[in-house]
Nanobody, 119 residues
Framework: QVDLVESRGGFVQTGGSLRLSCAASGLTFSNYIMGWFRQAPGKEREFVGRIMRSGDNTYYVDFAKGRFSISRDNAKNTVYLKMDSLKPEDTAVYYC????????????WGQGTQVTVSA
């Protein structure tokens, strides 16, 4: 059984920072591309970014560039999302997800964690 468990999110003020983690089990973590997504109230889930298997390549969508950073520790089966300069519009449930290089969609998902940024 594959489990992806995100750390507890939190409540931060505008301009603050937060680091989320996602611990994986039940899979060979280093074989999976790890992604982060988010879903704001009343909106569809959107892609934030991803990190390749060895951690040497990351990709971010525009709103995340320069503010968010994804890293991973394959020895700990954990992926991280560091968020800086947070804005109220970053308020959302954040999800980690895993997929193989052969998959067009993410195969496994975490349960999500709430991040709230106050104005």
């Amino acid at each position: 059984q594959v489990d992806l468990v995100e750390s507890r999110g939190g409540f931060v003020q505008t301009g603050g920072s937060l680091r989320l983690s996602c611990a994986a089990s039940g899979l060979t973590f280093s074989n999976y591309i790890m992604g982060w997504f988010r879903q704001a109230p009343g909106k569809e889930r959107e892609f934030v970014g991803r990190i390749m298997r060895s951690g040497d390549n990351t990709y971010y969508v525009d709103f995340a560039k320069g503010r968010f950073s994804i890293s991973r520790d394959n020895a700990k089966n954990t992926v991280y999302l560091k968020m800086d300069s947070l804005k109220p519009e970053d308020t959302a449930v954040y999800y980690c997800a895993a997929k193989t290089v052969f998959s067009t969609q993410y195969n496994y998902w975490g349960q999500g964690t709430q991040v709230t940024v106050s104005a």
